[in-house]
T-cell receptor, first 118, second 111 residues
Framework: GAVVSQHPSRVICKSGTSVKIECRSL??????MFWYRQFPKKSLMLMAT?????????EQGVEKDKFLINHASLTLSTLTVTSAHPEDSSFYIC??????????????FGPGTRLTVL | KQEVTQIPAALSVPEGENLVLNCSFT??????LQWFRQDPGKGLTSLLL?????REQTSGRLNASLDKSSGRSTLYIAASQPGDSATYLC??????????FGKGTSLLVTP
């Protein structure tokens, strides 16, 4: 199977601080990773597409200076929430797109990170 | 912009019942459609993936159908069990990459 991990699983921080969330594909290479955000009782909303070695593509309405994405290797993408505020509290989930031709259509999701900003 | 709607929002059934979850989407030019399961506070588990050229996929007690022209998909769960209790999410891809999710159906199967 294909496993994606996220770290940390849960983080609580003070308003104004920055928080980094890691997304790793453990047993496959992922040239493309996606970051989603989920509010309570709401659907997952795509925030950005993270491409290895290039700049991320952000969805409309997502502040790229606030949500910094780095995809420095084929197995790691990071999302940094800068100067976090209580309204940034949410469940953040990443997914990784497997790069092999035999399984091009499946995204594998991480377990999510619960961010609470006090 | 692709809009994905899931009905019902919540469903409670006694153990053993067969049930159907519904998903509709506004843009029929999809690449594929996936059904996921999400347990409270957890990530997503992919259940079934249907390519745009396919009509249905089956895995164990689960069967998902796709009617692209009408913009609909259903997830059929046979002989439901308490362990099936979770939120079921439908997601559509127009490009083969990013997914557009519905809000999910929260399922409770009572013993």
């Amino acid at each position: 199977g294909a496993v994606v991990s996220q770290h940390p699983s849960r983080v609580i921080c003070k308003s104004g601080t920055s928080v980094k969330i890691e997304c790793r594909s453990l047993d496959f290479q992922a040239t493309t990773m996606f970051w989603y955000r989920q509010f309570p009782k709401k659907s997952l909303m795509l925030m950005a597409t993270s491409n290895e070695g290039s700049k991320a593509t952000y969805e409309q309405g997502v502040e790229k200076d606030k949500f910094l994405i780095n995809h420095a290797s084929l197995t790691l993408s990071t999302l940094t929430v800068t100067s976090a505020h209580p309204e940034d509290s949410s469940f953040y989930i990443c997914s990784a797109h497997k790069s092999t031709s035999g399984d091009t259509d499946t995204q594998y999701f991480g377990p999510g990170t619960r961010l609470t900003v006090l | 912009k692709q809009e994905v709607t899931q009905i019902p929002a919540a469903l409670s059934v006694p153990e053993g019942e067969n049930l159907v979850l519904n998903c509709s989407f506004t843009d029929s030019a999809i690449y594929n459609l996936q059904w996921f399961r999400q347990d409270p506070g957890k990530g997503l588990t992919s259940l079934l993936l249907i390519q745009s050229s396919q009509r249905e996929q089956t895995s164990g007690r689960l069967n998902a159908s796709l009617d692209k022209s009408s913009g609909r998909s259903t997830l059929y769960i046979a002989a439901s069990q308490p362990g099936d209790s979770a939120t079921y999410l439908c997601a559509v891809s127009n490009s083969g990459y990013a997914l557009n999710f519905g809000k999910g159906t929260s399922l409770l199967v009572t013993p």
